[in-house]
């Protein structure tokens, strides 16, 4: 049994930065990613990194402003969040999976964490 536990998320002002931490348990040797979901939209894929940290995959949305890492010794992900914009605000949910921009490549999802980003 996979558990991810999502923590970090928060209120920023607009240029803002943010840390987001997704810790696992159970079987972790896997991709792990993060998808974000904004209120009446659907969620879309923000970031992955592989099981080594050798390969990370990002959306062209936050390409140059968030940054994707891991510290297997912790069995933990992190998305570094720079220069925070309004349309960054959504519920960020952390999965495990492969490595892939398609959700359906994901089996395990986090209950997510709300950042709200103020204009």
């Known amino acids: 049994q996979v558990l991810l536990v999502e923590s970090g998320g928060g209120l920023v002002q607009a240029g803002g930065s943010l840390r987001l931490s997704c810790a696992a348990s159970?079987?972790?040797?896997?991709?792990m990613g993060w998808f974000r979901q904004a209120p009446g939209k659907e969620r879309e894929f923000v970031a992955a990194?592989?099981?080594?940290?050798?390969?990370?995959l990002y959306a062209d949305s936050v390409k140059g402003r968030f940054t994707i890492s891991r510290d297997n010794t912790k069995n933990t992900i992190y998305l570094q969040m720079y220069s925070l914009k309004p349309e960054d605000t959504a519920v960020y949910y952390c999965?495990?999976?492969?490595?892939?921009?398609?959700?359906?490549?994901?089996?395990?999802w986090g209950q997510g964490t709300q950042v709200t980003v103020s204009s």
């Open positions: 159970g079987r972790t040797f896997n991709t």
């Open positions: 999965s495990m999976g492969a490595m892939s921009r398609n959700e359906a490549s994901y089996n395990y």
């Open positions: 990194i592989s099981w080594s940290g050798g390969t990370t």
